[in-house]
């Protein structure tokens, strides 16, 4: 079956713009989160959904939102970019929150310049 | 807030050589998961561990979750340089609609 699918896999944006991420969960999983990744910070979570609530938020600014479609899509929201928003960000399914394991995609490379 | 801190940050060993990474939560865990990410790759699911005490094996990865369900372990017995990468553990709180949060990582190095 189908992984987890990151778009788009790259992307270079300004100081002051926004940005929109997605990813489409394997078939079946309703369970979607979203992670930032540095190389200083390791994985920071930034929110989980569950069928199109959203049940867990990071400590991250207002600039930073989400939010999952009936189908199980999700999307994450930045805006107002900053050079420290320079990141992979990865999103990871499950079948539900207690499910056994993440799968995750191959994340997006975001540039802030 | 909960945290998951995991030590070391850095491993360089020998191949062959014995290879243990440490995980400890400030808080009760109700599982913990543990991941491998290759350079260059995305985190790749290992293993979860929900019992206390419980102990589970792969090849050469042994995985163990302490007593009180706060800290973890993995040690891979042997390292090959298809070990080469960063180990993450990741927790879930106790409460049920408690986040996942993962440590920063052990970088394992195969010296050759």
């Known amino acids: 079956k189908a992984g987890v699918t990151q778009t788009p896999r790259y992307l270079i944006k300004t100081r002051g713009q926004q940005v929109t991420l997605s990813c489409s969960p394997i078939?079946?999983?309703?369970?979607v989160s979203w992670y930032q990744q540095t190389p200083g910070q390791g994985l920071q979570f930034l929110f989980e959904y569950f069928s199109e609530t959203q049940r867990n938020k990071g400590n991250f600014p207002g600039r930073f939102s989400g939010r999952q479609f009936s189908n199980s899509r999700s999307e994450m929201n930045v805006s107002t970019l900053e050079l420290g928003d320079s990141a992979l960000y990865l999103c990871?399914?499950?079948?539900?929150?207690?499910?056994?394991?993440?799968?995750f995609g191959s994340g997006t490379r975001l540039t802030v310049v | 807030g909960q945290q998951v801190m995991q030590i070391p940050q850095y491993q360089h060993v020998q191949e062959g050589e014995d290879f243990t990474t440490y995980c400890n939560s400030s808080t009760t865990l109700s599982n913990i998961q543990w991941y491998k990410q290759r350079p260059g790759g995305h985190p790749v699911f290992l293993i979860q561990l929900v019992k206390s005490g419980e102990v589970k094996k792969q090849k050469r990865l042994t995985f163990q979750f302490g007593e009180a369900k706060k800290n973890s372990s993995l040690h891979i017995t042997a390292t090959q340089t298809t070990d080469v990468g960063t180990y993450f553990c990741?927790?879930?709180?106790?409460?049920?609609?408690?986040?996942?949060?993962f440590g920063k990582g052990t970088r394992l190095h195969i010296l050759p």
């Open positions: 990871a399914s499950s079948l539900d929150p207690a499910g056994q394991g993440y799968t």
């Open positions: 990741a927790g879930r709180g106790a409460n049920r609609d408690d986040k996942i949060i």
């Open positions: 078939s079946g999983h309703r369970s």
